[in-house]
Structures are given as C-alpha cells and as structure tokens.
C-alpha cells in the first residue's frame, strides 16, 4: 500500500530556520532525522500570513536585491495559501482560548495556526507558541526546536 502524501503548513519561525539550515548545516545536527524525512517527502505549504512576515523582515532589516531575491526564491518552494473567511472563527477561538490561559501569542501566529487546523493539516514550528496551544488544535504540530 502506497501512503497517501502529506500536506504540511510551515510556519514562519521554521521557514526561516530551514533557510538559515542550508546556510549552517551542523548547526540543526539535533533535529531528528525521521521528522526530516517525514517534512521532505510532504507538500509543504505556508499561510500568506508568513510571505508578509518574511518581506517585512527583510525590509526592516534593509537587506539587499542580492539577499532579498534569494529569500523570495525561498518562498517559492512552498504553496501560498490564502486566508479564507472560515479561518476567521478558528483564529477567534484560538485567540480566546489562548488568552483564558495567559498564553501569550501574536496575531499572525494565530492566522498560521488556525490555517493549519481548518484545513486540518499538520502544523510545522520551531516556535513554543504553537507548542503551547497545540492541544487546541484538531491537527498535529511538530516542533523543531532552533539551535541555541
């Protein structure tokens, strides 16, 4: 039987690490092979919420045509998706339910979060607030944790 392939929303804090990975290989000699594999042989996919993140950092941090084009040819090995109007009541309720518990998480966190769980597909972090409201989630997260 041959297994179905999954489809994985990618958030912000991992596609930057997996950028800065190529960049310093042996710095993520921690993350488990398997998870790797399991993530490489995925679809990988990314919210409209993390492209915005990404060029605003880039922009804040005045990067160059040179570093910038390579970032943005980055983004285009993952599927952008767009937010949807039924994300709308999944971020309310995630935000609430965060909130109740003092954890605190950003807004576009939430946008990537409820992403992934109202398309019911596994969510890829190396962020703790994800992490964190993960039990709320209908969806698996996988957490890499950065290098220190």
């Known amino acids: 039987m041959v297994e179905k ?6 958030d912000t804090s991992f ?7 190529e960049l310093s290989p042996c710095r993520y000699d921690d993350w488990n092979e398997a998870t790797l594999r399991r993530i490489e042989a995925a679809s990988l996919a990314v919210s409209v ?11 804040s941090a005045g990067w160059g045509l040179s570093r910038r084009a ?10 952008w998706l767009p937010v949807r109007r039924d994300y709308v009541d999944e971020w309310a ?9 003092g954890i605190a998480i950003s807004d576009n966190d939430l ?12 969510l890829v ?3 703790r ?6 039990a709320e989630m209908p969806v698996e997260v996988v957490y890499l944790a950065p290098p220190v």
């Open 5 to 10: 392939q999954s489809n994985l929303i990618c």
């Open 15 to 21: 596609v930057g690490h997996v950028a800065r990975r």
């Open 49 to 59: 919420v993390t492209i915005a993140e990404t060029r605003s950092g880039f922009l």
């Open 70 to 79: 390579t970032a943005e040819r980055q983004l285009k090995r993952y599927r």
């Open 93 to 101: 309720r995630l935000r609430a339910v965060a909130r109740a518990r």
């Open 111 to 122: 946008w990537v979060a409820a992403t992934a769980s109202t398309r019911e597909q596994i």
């Open 125 to 127: 972090t190396c962020d």
């Open 129 to 134: 607030d994800h992490q964190r409201i993960a």
